[in-house]
């Protein structure tokens, strides 16, 4: 277990940045009483930590700024962290630990679906709070579920729409790359929908998944070559997740995939990944999200300096699950500010309908569905690992949890 450390000089200069940003603090903290404790539910080892230790970072750097302010509810913040080692039996194990043990408050964590629907019924049984900060395949909606990535109308639905169009290259063929589990199939399904709506034949879509940590991709990236040299625009839309992105990539470079003959999304690719990533064979390919660190405005600078402050380390990046990480801790304060309690069920009340100036440059809000309205943007990968911004929506776009392109998702509710 670990908890944040007395006032000290990085402190103070969170504590700056927390004043700035608005994070709340009822009354100063007089030391009495429990330490408000938050969970932090991410894969330090195993397939996953590539992508998930950053998010636990992030979470400690809210806390340690929440507390340089005085706490919440004039009572300190302390982080309880576990690592269920990208084993999905294991969250389950570690979300009991951190309800039933630990008496969490609220826990922010999972990145895989798989991890989710691993704990959801233990968040339920037990009416634990979680915050989900990644994109998923949507088809869900729980009461004890904040989802503060993106569904399949805010991330795959409009990234493949600009393949197809002209900016996108006009992409007639597509090849769906994923990993083998619930996120990566779900969403592809949705996709064939779709792609079937705009006239886009099965024939025309490739669709092949691999393991986690699936490492020889040599044989894929021949196949997808093929596939593209029968006479159509192809792309390669990615759902591959955690380290055997690594090896995908790499092999995209070795076998010369360029982005002007076959451009390559990802959903689950970010500053994080490419950071230890030769990206200069990989420049034009993309990656959508509803975040990027290179995005311009006051929101963005302030939430990097907030990081860097924290991190100390020059070549640690920002990305779009911190982000939304972030986005779920602030919002949760604002609610457990409103509701003088943290308490769930009063917590769930005041969580709807609360809005923030998020990093991404756009005012996010919680919807009644447990789902934010969020921004598109799609970027592509510069020689230095960051993304310039190629496309991006006007409007905060509201989440869609029941795709229309799930047949039985017809009578649903959406938004």
Request: some cysteine; proline content about 6%.
């Amino acid at each position: 277990m670990l908890s944040t450390t007395s006032l000290t000089r990085r402190g103070a200069l969170l504590a700056g940045f927390g004043a700035a940003l608005g994070l709340p603090a009822i009354r100063p903290a007089s030391g009495q009483g429990a330490p408000i404790k938050v969970g932090v539910l991410h894969s330090l080892s195993g397939t996953m930590a590539i992508s998930e230790t950053a998010l636990r970072d992030t979470v400690l750097m809210m806390v340690e700024c929440i507390n340089g302010r005085g706490g919440l509810l004039g009572r300190r913040v302390e982080a309880v962290v576990v690592d269920p080692a990208s084993n999905w039996p294991l969250f389950a194990e570690k979300a009991r630990e951190l309800l039933q043990v630990h008496k969490v408050d609220a826990t922010f964590g999972c990145w895989t679906s798989v991890s989710r629907k691993s704990v959801l019924p233990v968040f339920e049984e037990l009416n634990g709070m979680l915050f989900y900060p990644v994109q998923y395949e949507g088809e869900e909606e729980s009461k004890n579920i904040f989802y503060t990535g993106a569904a399949p109308n805010q991330q795959a639905i409009p990234a493949v729409e600009y393949l197809m169009s002209g900016d996108g290259g006009e992409a007639k063929r597509i090849a769906l790359l994923g990993t083998d589990y619930v996120y990566p199939r779900t969403t592809n399904r949705i996709l064939r929908g779709f792609l079937n709506s705009k006239g886009i034949a099965n024939a025309d879509i490739m669709e092949e998944y691999t393991p986690f940590g699936h490492s020889d991709w040599q044989g894929i990236v021949a196949r997808v070559k093929r596939f593209a040299g029968e006479g159509k625009k192809t792309a390669i839309v990615s759902t591959i997740n955690g380290d055997a992105n690594v090896p995908f990539y790499r092999e995209l470079g070795n076998q010369g995939i360029k982005a002007e003959d076959i451009p390559c999304v990802a959903f689950s690719v970010g500053e994080e990944e490419l950071a230890g990533i030769d990206t200069r064979p990989l420049v034009g390919h993309l990656a959508a999200w509803n975040y990027f660190m290179s995005i311009p405005g006051a929101p963005n600078a302030e939430f990097k300096a907030l990081w860097q402050a924290y991190i100390k380390n020059p070549k640690r990046v920002t990305n779009d699950p911190m982000e939304a990480t972030y986005t779920g801790f602030r919002m949760w304060t604002q609610a457990v500010a409103k509701a003088g309690t943290t308490a769930v069920d009063a917590v769930r009340s005041a969580m709807i309908g609360q809005k923030l100036m998020a990093p991404c440059g756009f005012e996010e809000e919680m919807l009644r569905n447990h789902h934010l309205s969020k921004p598109v943007f799609i970027g592509e990968i510069q020689a230095d690992g960051q993304f310039n911004i190629v496309w991006k929506t006007p409007n905060a776009v509201p989440a869609e949890n029941w795709s229309p392109f799930i047949p039985e998702n017809a009578n649903r509710r959406r938004g």
